[in-house]
């Protein structure tokens, strides 16, 4: 059984079909890139899987389970957990208190009775921006601030992580390192689910690859598979077999942000 399973999905605002009878699958400690233009409805789609959008029909199955209708925190303590878009740290804090904070929600009452100290230091560690962990939230770079919200959503010990264009803002250097520790996570077990508008680390780290356009997944497959199929290469990747004669390797134009749905 696949970790996750999105089960003709639809989400309607008034005439508006952000997603429209999207289906696809998360296998168990795989790196899954879901990908399309902008609009496409991919924000939407985590939205669905994380319970802050409740689809107009279909259904979302994890760890064979039904959790369409289920709350968010409910999600949360059976192994979902999240990044955002937009940066959601709390900008009065440290680095180290953010994690600390999201150990301290996690535990609940049973992490009055131990230190999790260590495991905050660890965190930062495993993410790269343990030099910054006195610093104020608001205060760090970008790239920085992506990387606190990957080790705050870990220290809720996520069995599936979905990450809402998590390389934003980090330099060459810092997206391989990215890279590499996405990969760290997988062989440890972890599923991630990302949203990525870096074709390059899409294409390096991702198992299988879903893509979204209008909101329906014309293609999915390995990272060649996807690169090579014609009707992705159209709608998304920006080149296809009758583009200009002699141009088969045009330079993908990606987005920044999604911005629409």
Not at 143 to 162: I, Q, V, Y
Not at 167 to 181: P, R
């Amino acid at each position: 059984m696949p970790l996750l399973h999105v089960d003709d999905v639809v989400v309607q605002f008034g005439g508006v079909t952000a997603v429209n009878h999207a289906n696809f699958e998360v296998e168990q400690g795989s790196i899954t890139g879901l990908i399309g233009p902008n609009g496409a409805g991919k924000t939407t789609t985590f939205n669905v899987v994380t319970g802050l959008q409740t689809p107009t029909s279909g259904r979302v199955v994890f760890d064979d389970k039904d959790i369409t209708r289920m709350p968010v925190h409910r999600r949360s303590r059976r192994g979902i957990g999240r990044t955002f878009q937009r940066l959601e740290a709390f900008g009065s804090l440290t680095v180290a208190e953010n994690v600390r904070t999201a150990f301290d929600i996690h535990d609940g009452f049973a992490g009055l009775f131990r230190s999790v100290q260590n495991d905050v230091d660890d965190l930062l560690d495993l993410v790269g921006i343990a030099n910054h962990a006195d610093d104020r939230a608001d205060s760090i770079p970008t790239g920085t601030a992506r990387l606190l919200e990957l080790a705050r959503a870990l220290a809720c010990d996520p069995k599936l992580l979905l990450l809402d264009e998590p390389s934003s803002g980090l330099d060459e250097s810092e997206t391989e390192a990215f890279g590499e520790l996405l990969q760290q996570l997988a062989n440890e077990g972890r599923t991630i689910l990302m949203v990525e508008h870096d074709m390059d680390l899409v294409m390096n780290v991702c198992d299988t690859i879903h893509v979204l356009d209008f909101g329906s997944v014309i293609a999915d497959g390995t990272p060649a598979q996807v690169r090579a199929n014609p009707v992705v290469q159209k709608a998304y990747l920006g080149y296809s077999d009758d583009g200009p004669a002699g141009d088969d390797t045009a330079v993908l134009p990606l987005v920044n942000e999604e911005v629409v749905l």
